[in-house]
Structures are given as C-alpha cells and as structure tokens.
C-alpha cells in the first residue's frame, strides 16, 4: 500500500513538474509584437551635427511594426518594417534635399538579451540587448541597397506582457547600390508578449 501511495505521489509531482516547464518555456519563449514610432539620423557626417535635431534628424509619419520570437530564454529573432519620410529642406548624406523621400526598410535582427546573464528574470524591471543583422532600404519605392545593423535595446517593464522599448541601430551599407548609406535608425515603441496559443 506504501508503495502504491509513493508511486502516485512520485506521477502527480512529475507530472506536475512537466506541466509548470511547460508553462515557463511559454512564458520566456514568447511571440511579442511592436508598435512604435522611429527617427533616422543620416547628415552624412558622425558626430557633426547631433544636436541639430531640426535639419539633421527625419521623423514624419515615422511608423514601427515588428514581430519577435523568443526562444531559448535569452535569444529573439525579430522581423520589423519602419516607414519614414524625410522632409523637403533636410540633410540626407549631406545634401539639403529639394523634395519629400518616402522611405521604407526591413531588417531582419538576431537578439541577445545579455541583461539575463546577471539578473533573475522573474523579478528584473527591465531587460538589455544587444543586436545585429541585415536590412534593406527603399526611398520613393525605389531600391536603396542592403545593410549590415548593429546595436542594443533595452525593454521597461510595465505589466508582465506589456513593455517600452527603446532600441538604436548603426547601419552600415554592404553594396554597390548607388543609393548606398550608412544611417543611425532609433526606435521607441512599446511591445505585447503573446502566447503562442494567439497564432493557432
């Protein structure tokens, strides 16, 4: 009879333990989804005119949609498009330009939530990550090239699903399009983790 009672006890607490690895793959593996708003940064020079936010910076109708698949609890791949449009009269490579640019890119980016490293996940009230992958660029519909991003994030924890994000991306080009520019991409938005349950 003892051994019947400690056979059930050892099922019910194994397949308890199955259930609550279950539920914690799901909870740090999650879908999460953002929306938000970017600003490139692109006068042709570095450090020269940072601060001149009015000529140097393009922010009109600036729209940021991503999609982000964690897994394995400290890495996420995300797929994001940002629409922008760069006003008649600023600084693009250096050039005051003489008419409104649409623009467009993708960039596709591999995520490594380094912050988890020395933090307890379950308590932090943020999470950093540094960040790099490949993007393309369009300006009025036409192609812009290919680039190489680098950079980091950092996401505030405001509910358990439901976050701020901040994120800046240096984009370098890595073809021989005409069109061809190295770019500073910065994001702010904020992100819903999903269950993977929402896309069954």
């Known amino acids: ?34 929306l938000g708003i970017n600003v490139v940064y692109n006068p042709g020079t570095l450090f020269n005119g940072m601060l001149d936010i009015k000529n140097n910076y393009n922010y009109s109708y600036p ?15 995300e797929v994001a498009g940002n629409f922008n449009t760069f006003l008649k009269g600023k600084t693009i490579d250096g050039i005051k330009i003489e008419d409104d640019v649409s623009f467009f890119s993708i960039d596709g980016t591999f995520k490594y939530y380094i912050t988890n490293i020395y ?19 369009f300006y009025d519909k036409s192609y812009g090239g290919m680039t190489a991003n680098l950079g980091g994030g950092i996401n505030l924890y405001i509910s358990e699903n439901f976050r701020f994000n901040g994120q800046a991306m240096a984009k370098i080009s890595i073809d021989n399009n005409p069109k061809r ?20």
């Open 63 to 77: 729209i940021r949609i991503s999609l982000e698949k964690r897994f394995m609890k400290n890495y996420g791949f």
């Open 119 to 137: 933090q307890n996940v379950y308590r932090a009230i943020y999470e950093g990550y540094i960040a790099t992958g490949v993007g393309n660029n």
């Open 181 to 200: 520019t190295n770019y500073i991409h910065y994001n702010i938005g904020f992100i819903i983790r999903l269950q993977d349950s929402f896309f069954n």
């Open 1 to 34: 009879m003892k051994k019947i009672k400690f056979c059930c006890l050892f099922i019910i607490l194994k397949t308890s333990s199955f259930i609550n690895a279950q539920t914690n793959s799901i909870h740090e593996n999650p879908w999460v989804l953002g």
